[in-house]
């Protein structure tokens, strides 16, 4: 976007469009870990004109990545419309982690391998903010364990996000077996008393990342 109220020139605005879809193929394809570099030599443009436009790595995952966790929004949705609970929390988490399979960088942004940024935190907050609602939703049906809460779909958002990374490129729905295991034990029937998770240990190991 222009400094102040400024519009970009025509070939400012080219440039800054071809920056933004090199950076999303690349980032959906590799990771978060993209060299700027090549962001930029791929786009065609200087190292210099991406940082005129992006002077930093975050202010790419500001315009790329809050649109994206958009569509967290509709798999709640349709999540909290399911006549079924178990089905509807069950499709949240398959949803979810399809999204971050087909987007590597979205699988990093989720679990949080880089800074957040105030716009992708805002948007990760938006869009998980149905979750109590669903795991609510299941948990009164009986079919979800009393015990799990919205803090234990953060540690299964980064344990899944690890099977995403290491499995993409040998056996890309390896993720799905992974959550069909995570689900059977979620069940009312498959649980079993386990000890609370200490809030500061959780907190770290998933929101504190580096």
């Known amino acids: 976007m222009a400094t102040g109220s400024r519009p970009l020139r025509a070939d400012a605005a080219r440039n800054r469009d071809k920056l933004l879809v090199t950076a999303t193929q690349l980032f959906g394809e590799r990771g978060l870990d993209v060299p700027l570099e090549e962001i930029a030599r791929t786009a065609g443009v200087s190292i210099g004109t991406l940082y005129n436009h992006f002077p930093t790595r ?42 971050q399979a087909e987007d590597r960088g979205l699988n990093d942004a989720l679990a949080r391998r880089f800074p957040s940024t105030s716009e992708v935190s805002d948007a990760c907050h938006r869009g998980l903010r149905d979750v109590d609602q669903v795991i609510e939703r299941a948990r ?71």
């Open 58 to 99: 975050e202010a790419f995952f500001d315009a790329i990545f809050p649109e994206r966790l958009a569509a967290l929004d509709r798999i709640a949705a349709a999540a909290l419309e399911d006549p079924d609970p178990w089905n509807g929390f069950a499709g949240f988490l398959e949803g979810l982690f399809a999204l």
């Open 140 to 210: 009164r049906s009986g079919q979800l364990r009393a015990d799990f809460t919205a803090q234990d779909v953060a540690t299964l958002v980064w344990a899944m996000s690890q099977v995403i990374r290491e499995s993409t490129g040998v056996a890309p729905q390896a993720w799905r077996r992974c959550l069909s295991f995570f689900l059977d034990g979620l069940r009312t029937e498959a649980a079993h008393p386990m000890t609370p998770a200490e809030p500061e240990q959780a907190g770290r190991a998933t929101a504190d990342r580096p």
